[in-house]
Nanobody
Framework: QVQLVESGGGLVQAGGSLKLSCTASGSIADINAMGWDRQAPGKQRELVAAITSGGSTNYADSVKGRFTISRDSAKNTVYLQMNSLKPDDTAVYYC?????????????WGQGTQVTVSS
């Protein structure tokens, strides 16, 4: 099992910045990727950004150039730096982890942190 604890959400004005953090614990040795999803009211959950254990990153088109995902392996923590925030970025942001073992691939989610961008 993997436990994910997020922090850093809040209320910010359009154009502002926020930094989200997510720390993993438990069976972390087999984690091959971590990332962030988000879900806005009335919308489906969507991938925001992801980073593999090898350091490769992937971003949703809507956040490219504004958001940066990074990790601190020593702290088992992944970050999402969000700049130039827009009201459309308002959502609950969920930390995610993908773990692959012999038995299969497992996905985990944190409890979510609210990000609200006011216009």
């Amino acid at each position: 099992q993997v436990q994910l604890v997020e922090s850093g959400g809040g209320l910010v004005q359009a154009g502002g910045s926020l930094k989200l953090s997510c720390t993993a614990s438990g069976s972390i040795a087999d984690i091959n990727a971590m990332g962030w999803d988000r879900q806005a009211p009335g919308k489906q959950r969507e991938l925001v950004a992801a980073i593999t254990s090898g350091g490769s990153t992937n971003y949703a088109d809507s956040v490219k150039g504004r958001f940066t995902i990074s990790r601190d392996s020593a702290k088992n923590t992944v970050y999402l730096q969000m700049n130039s925030l827009k009201p459309d970025d308002t959502a609950v942001y969920y930390c995610t982890a993908e773990r692959t073992v012999v038995a299969g691939r497992y996905e985990y989610w944190g409890q979510g942190t609210q990000v609200t961008v006011s216009s």
